[in-house]
């Protein structure tokens, strides 16, 4: 997935030397959603840009502060995909809470952005993130491991991006206005989980849209060998841009090409079953990280059972 992301914006560092030729007009966001990776930043990103006070960037995942993707670009190509005019710009870029693979990734933010910037997190149970994210991986031929392998390390990023608030100590450092969404509450109780979104932002709570019926990502294709040849085909050199601009096509459009890949009024895929050790060990592993998310939220989210 990272390479992935390097390549998306090897265009990106093309048109960022030819900007530094010319003034961008633009503005810092206030507002970033720092993930977490399959947990349904998609879903939030598109629902978030559907209200008038607020203005999302395309591409959705602007990777500007990990250093070892699109920091070198600067701030001035970071500010150039947001609306000065819009109250409220935001991003979603899940690889903000990817560490220990990417380091300083909220120093930066809080340098660049100050503390005033409001963060969501998007979060879920962490062994079905884990499935999700492995299932992932093999349907895009990212990872032949048999399951239990894939999963069982503790060091393995399928467990790290699952210890959520082991990827959230380095902003409770810097940032006092951080708001936790579990996809179940956006899955489940779509209409109030918005509602509280939008309030977090201070934008008008009631506003609705006939298009937050709609999920994105998600689906049985993603599984299945449609989804692994799609995959595949937009990595080859000539349809790299069709992978790279898909953001920026308008919302109908996009929604065509979402229901050819990942084809969502089909439901979700089966999980595999854990092997009830692997399934036990997990639970454990991740109990006492999941209890202190629930004591920064404020609720229980009902996950490990």
């Given at each position: 997935m990272v390479a992935r992301a390097h390549d998306r914006f090897a265009a990106e560092r093309r048109r960022a030397r030819r900007a530094r030729r010319r003034r961008i007009e633009g503005a810092l966001p206030n507002l970033i959603i720092i993930g977490g990776l399959k947990c349904g930043t998609t879903s939030l990103h598109h629902y978030l840009s559907l209200h008038p006070e607020i203005a999302m960037s395309r591409p959705k995942e602007l990777n500007f502060f990990v250093a070892e993707l699109n920091w070198p670009l600067g701030r001035e190509w970071y500010a150039g995909h947001f609306d000065p005019k819009a109250p409220v710009r935001g991003e979603s870029s899940p690889h903000y809470t990817n560490r220990p693979a990417f380091a300083g990734v909220a120093d930066?933010?809080?340098?660049?952005?100050?503390?005033?910037?409001?963060?969501?997190?998007?979060?879920?149970?962490?062994?079905?993130?884990?499935?999700?994210?492995?299932?992932?991986?093999?349907?895009?031929g990212y990872d032949d491991r048999p399951l239990a392998e894939a999963l069982a390390d503790p060091e393995s990023s399928y467990v790290t991006r699952s210890r959520y608030f082991f990827q959230l100590e380095s902003y409770l450092e810097s940032f006092e206005r951080i708001e936790i969404v579990s996809r179940e509450e956006l899955k489940r109780a779509r209409p109030a989980t918005m509602r509280r979104a939008f309030a977090f932002l201070d934008v008008d709570p009631d506003f609705t849209s006939e298009e937050f019926d709609r999920e994105w990502e998600t689906g049985a294709a993603k599984t299945g060998s449609r989804f692994r040849i799609l995959d595949r085909a937009v990595r080859l050199p000539g349809l790299r841009g069709v992978d790279r601009n898909f953001?920026?096509?308008?919302?109908?459009?996009?929604?065509?090409v979402e229901r050819l890949i990942h084809d969502p009024a089909g439901g979700e895929a089966p999980k595999p079953a854990l092997p009830e050790s692997l399934r036990e060990y997990l639970i454990d592993l991740f109990s006492e990280d999941v209890a202190r998310l629930e004591g920064f939220a404020g609720r229980r989210f009902g996950w490990l059972t």
């Amino acid at each position: 997935m990272v390479a992935r992301a390097h390549d998306r914006f090897a265009a990106e560092r093309r048109r960022a030397r030819r900007a530094r030729r010319r003034r961008i007009e633009g503005a810092l966001p206030n507002l970033i959603i720092i993930g977490g990776l399959k947990c349904g930043t998609t879903s939030l990103h598109h629902y978030l840009s559907l209200h008038p006070e607020i203005a999302m960037s395309r591409p959705k995942e602007l990777n500007f502060f990990v250093a070892e993707l699109n920091w070198p670009l600067g701030r001035e190509w970071y500010a150039g995909h947001f609306d000065p005019k819009a109250p409220v710009r935001g991003e979603s870029s899940p690889h903000y809470t990817n560490r220990p693979a990417f380091a300083g990734v909220a120093d930066r933010m809080r340098d660049v952005l100050g503390d005033a910037v409001r963060l969501i997190y998007v979060v879920r149970d962490p062994i079905d993130r884990m499935l999700s994210h492995y299932l992932h991986n093999v349907g895009g031929g990212y990872d032949d491991r048999p399951l239990a392998e894939a999963l069982a390390d503790p060091e393995s990023s399928y467990v790290t991006r699952s210890r959520y608030f082991f990827q959230l100590e380095s902003y409770l450092e810097s940032f006092e206005r951080i708001e936790i969404v579990s996809r179940e509450e956006l899955k489940r109780a779509r209409p109030a989980t918005m509602r509280r979104a939008f309030a977090f932002l201070d934008v008008d709570p009631d506003f609705t849209s006939e298009e937050f019926d709609r999920e994105w990502e998600t689906g049985a294709a993603k599984t299945g060998s449609r989804f692994r040849i799609l995959d595949r085909a937009v990595r080859l050199p000539g349809l790299r841009g069709v992978d790279r601009n898909f953001d920026r096509l308008p919302e109908s459009l996009r929604w065509v090409v979402e229901r050819l890949i990942h084809d969502p009024a089909g439901g979700e895929a089966p999980k595999p079953a854990l092997p009830e050790s692997l399934r036990e060990y997990l639970i454990d592993l991740f109990s006492e990280d999941v209890a202190r998310l629930e004591g920064f939220a404020g609720r229980r989210f009902g996950w490990l059972t």
